[in-house]
């Protein structure tokens, strides 16, 4: 008996760590959004998420959508992270699901959508709105297919909410893409379920009781997303442009170069982590600084290198705005083209007003006056740099050094700086001081 209640004991301590951490593991269910346009930013968000998810070891994924759609690339590697993950993810549309926002949406494991929702409508459209060219279709209906294949839905459907060529039997006629109601997707396989809000898609899937985490963008991100801004850009763009003319107009300063260095920073390393300013860009950008100052330190003027610097500085700047593969702005809105040019323009035209306003002030101001020399050295006050004495000129002596075409002469016993106008004078030959300016004296062969 007692031997039996021994071995009880001992396998309860051996159960107890097992039986402990199954309680310790409990269901979370993480919740994020996509609920603007879709492009690099929205990109960075989902892999931020999706890491988070991963280090909290959620269980479920709830993707709550509402977006007109975006760029296909962005979509495209959002829908790929979706297909390689190992958590269940469901996405509730409320409202809608179109273009890459369909896409991103048949990638998930389930699709539940609020009434008056809608997904589809998912042909690749220019900055224009107009239908982007064939090989972009094609490329659409690819992955479309692709991804409603790997979901068991049906991938001839996926495909016709791209082509309006596509003609289904009793779905959709030709010439016409497919944008499904709430109803008619969940007729045709596109959506398991009908719900008002994400609280009754919990109950639904029996998570009701389950842990709920909504996942917020940290402090860094907000303040990444606030020098996105393109007010914050412009402001920023002034400071880099101004700090560097006034650093010029000032050198050894300090203060202008070190605002324009945080100002650049600002600026690139936002646009960098979201994916905008890519490599070359920030190379081209480097590229046309260091033109601008060949233009100004070596070559005297302002001509073909200054004009290529300002050219790939503000150029690289503006590059560094927009979503676009290598000068492919076909995806990439007008309006945000026109957004990014303007913002730069506004930089640059700030800069200058603050140049001409700000610069008087400058030198006017008590922190100037503290760093920079404000007093004359005038020749009224004996201040001089000539070791010359007036009355030099005129006068003969006889070359001490050999002049090739400098060097030094011998004038009534003291010697003296002095330079010819080209001609070389032997040591011993005779010589008339001509002009007595400068530092050195300029001379020539005495007649004999």
């Known amino acids: 008996m007692k031997k039996t209640a021994l071995i009880l004991f001992l396998l309860s301590i051996i159960q107890f760590p097992v039986f402990a951490d199954t309680l310790s593991t409990k269901s ?4 994020m959004e996509i609920k ?5 930013r ?17 269980s479920h994924i709830i993707i709550e959508m509402n977006t007109y759609g975006g760029a296909l690339y962005d979509a495209d590697e959002i829908r790929s992270a979706l297909l390689n993950l190992d958590i269940p993810v469901y996405v509730f549309i409320d409202n809608n699901a179109a273009s890459a926002g369909a896409l991103i949406s048949i990638a998930c494991d389930s699709i539940y959508m609020a009434p008056g929702g809608s997904i589809g409508a998912a042909t690749v459209v220019n900055q224009t709105g107009e239908a982007a060219p064939d090989k972009y279709q094609s490329y659409m209906r690819s992955i479309m297919r692709s991804t409603a294949e790997a979901k068991n839905r ?3 459907i996926a495909e016709a909410m791209v082509d309006e060529k596509i003609e289904i039997e009793g779905i959709t006629k030709a010439g016409e893409v497919i944008t499904f109601s709430t109803s008619e997707a969940i007729t045709n396989d596109f959506c398991e379920g009908q719900f008002n809000n994400t609280t009754e898609l919990l109950t639904h899937l029996n998570l009701d009781d389950t842990k709920v985490y909504r996942f917020q963008t940290s402090t860094t991100e907000s303040i990444i997303s606030f020098f996105i801004n393109p007010f914050i850009s412009g402001i920023l763009i002034l400071i880099i442009i101004g700090g560097i003319y006034f650093e010029l107009q000032t050198p050894g300063v300090g203060f202008p170069i070190m605002a324009s260095i945080i100002a650049l920073v600002l600026y690139l390393i936002p646009y960098y982590l979201n994916g905008l300013a890519e490599n070359w860009e920030i190379l081209a950008f480097v590229i046309g600084l260091v033109l601008i100052a060949i233009e100004v330190f070596v070559i005297p003027g302002f001509g073909v290198f200054g004009i290529l610097g300002l050219i790939l500085t503000l150029g690289s700047l503006v590059f560094m ?7 492919d702005f076909e995806f990439v809105p007008s309006e945000n083209i026109t ?6 323009l506004t930089g640059l035209f700030g800069s200058i007003i603050l140049m001409f306003i700000g610069g008087v002030r400058l030198t006017n101001s008590n922190f100037f006056k503290r760093v920079a020399l404000q007093g004359v050295q005038s020749k009224t006050d004996g201040y001089s740099s000539r070791f010359i004495e007036a009355g030099m000129a005129g006068k003969t002596g006889s070359v001490f050094s050999v002049l090739r075409p400098s060097g030094k002469v011998e004038i009534e016993g003291e010697l003296y700086d002095a330079h010819t106008r080209g001609e070389y004078l032997e ?7 001509v002009d007595e300016s400068g530092t050195s004296l300029k001379v020539k062969k005495a007649e004999n």
């Not at 979370?28 to 919740?31: A, C, N, R, S, T």
């Not at 957004?339 to 730069?344: K, P, Q, S, V």
């Not at 040591?427 to 001081?433: A, C, F, S, W």
């Open 28 to 31: 979370e269910v993480f919740i």
């Open 36 to 40: 603007d346009q879709i492009d690099a």
């Open 42 to 58: 929205t990109k960075r968000y989902v892999d931020i998420a999706l890491q988070e998810a991963k280090d909290r070891k959620s």
């Open 154 to 156: 049906n991938p001839q």
């Open 321 to 327: 705005m927009l979503n676009n593969e290598m000068f």
């Open 339 to 344: 957004r990014a040019l303007l913002t730069t």
């Open 427 to 433: 040591q011993g030959e005779k010589i008339v001081v």
